[in-house]
């Protein structure tokens, strides 16, 4: 079964940083786009940023250019999104997402579970 499992998720204090994973359960992901998502509160589901495993087609939201940086490391199958200088408005369920196509950074086929980052001020 396909499977994406993201973890790394906490409690932070503003301006600190967290690094989530995104480990995919298949080799076959290696052929296709990956992202993060996220949903606040009350808020529905945005893109945050993607990828795709060679490191081309990088693409983030405005919000969060200049302090997400989001990679892939092929030989464990996992995708990472580094998050610094975090702010309480990222306080979020962040979702890796991962589809054949670019449509993974709007209408993704696959999704993990999430993990829940919560920023204090």
């Known amino acids: 079964q396909v499977q994406l499992v993201e973890s790394g998720g906490g409690l932070v204090q503003a301006g600190n940083s967290l690094r989530l994973s995104c480990r995919a359960s298949?080799?076959?992901?290696?052929?296709?786009?990956m992202a993060w998502f996220r949903q606040a509160p009350g808020k529905e589901r945005e893109f945050v940023a993607g990828?795709?495993?060679?490191?081309?087609?990088?693409r983030y939201t405005d919000s969060v250019k200049g302090r997400f940086t989001i990679s892939s490391d092929a030989a464990k199958n996992t995708v990472y999104v580094e998050m610094n200088s975090l702010k309480p408005e990222d306080t979020a369920v962040y979702f890796c997402?991962?589809?054949?196509?670019?449509?993974?950074?709007?209408?993704?086929?696959?999704w993990g579970q999430g993990t829940q980052v919560t920023v204090s001020s």
């Open positions: 990828l795709t495993w060679s490191g081309t087609n990088i």
């Open positions: 298949e080799r076959s992901f290696r052929n296709y786009f």
């Open positions: 997402a991962a589809d054949p196509n670019s449509s993974a950074y709007t209408r993704p086929h696959y």
